[in-house]
């Protein structure tokens, strides 16, 4: 490789005719499910959004309603970063729930893991962002958390990343050897049971209104 370039091209949907056939498809094939797509769940105070390595305000919402709906200690959300986001106020409607969680697989499990199985998680998802061979960067996200903090060092090898698991409720130490009820969602292992993703999630934010976005801070980077 001696070197490379590239050109932006802008792309404004304003100022491109859409195609009438697309167009018709789009709406008869929405048609059925308009009164699904526009019901209103609630609301939340602040910016839902996802982007970056790390958990975003919506991952947080999706955590906190694993952890409340499947009753769990620990939530475990997959690295997406798909999904539009909702200005502060805006009303939160099943469209956008399904924006954020339309996968074929998403039976919102809830499992017992240890300590130490989390953490290899950890290690195991960090180790396909922030391996320094480029041929072993697999790509996708960080897997988001709820429920726990954590630390992460992006410069250390597999196996030394995580430190600091911490369970937020408590604010003690994760044990290694015991077992924590964990919930998630997106699971790719065969016969995984649980409601799936979007209705938790909607009656989550049904029964809570008005959804408080906060300021993650319980996730600690370094060596960045």
């Not at 609301?43 to 955590?63: E, P, V």
């Not at 499992?111 to 061979?133: C, H, R, T, W, Y």
């Amino acid at each position: 490789m001696k070197g490379f370039e590239y050109r932006l091209i802008p792309v404004f949907a304003d100022a491109i005719a859409p195609d009438p056939e697309m167009i018709s498809l789009v709406r008869e094939l929405r048609q059925p499910f308009e009164e699904q797509y526009a019901r209103v769940l609630g609301a939340a105070d602040g910016l839902l959004y996802r982007r970056g390595n790390f958990n975003g305000t919506w991952d947080d919402l999706i955590c906190d309603a694993l952890l409340a709906e499947r009753d769990a200690e620990i939530a475990l959300s997959p690295g997406f970063r798909w999904g539009s986001s909702l200005l502060p106020d805006t009303p939160i409607t099943m469209e956008d729930v399904w924006n954020q969680t339309a996968i074929t697989y998403p039976a919102a499990y809830r499992n017992e893991m240890s300590g130490q199985q989390i953490k290899d998680i950890l290690e195991d998802v960090a180790d396909n962002l922030f391996n320094p061979d480029p041929y072993y960067q697999q790509g996708g996200d960080m897997v988001r958390v709820g429920g726990m903090g954590y630390s992460i060092d992006i410069s250390k090898p597999i196996g030394s990343r995580i430190s600091g698991m911490t369970m937020l409720k408590t604010g003690q130490p994760v044990d290694a050897s015991r077992n924590y009820v964990v919930a998630g969602w997106a699971s790719v292992n065969e016969g995984t049971e649980g409601p799936a993703i979007w209705d938790l999630v909607a009656g989550h934010i049904q029964k809570q209104k008005i959804i408080q976005v906060r300021e993650n801070q319980s996730v600690r980077i370094q060596g960045a």
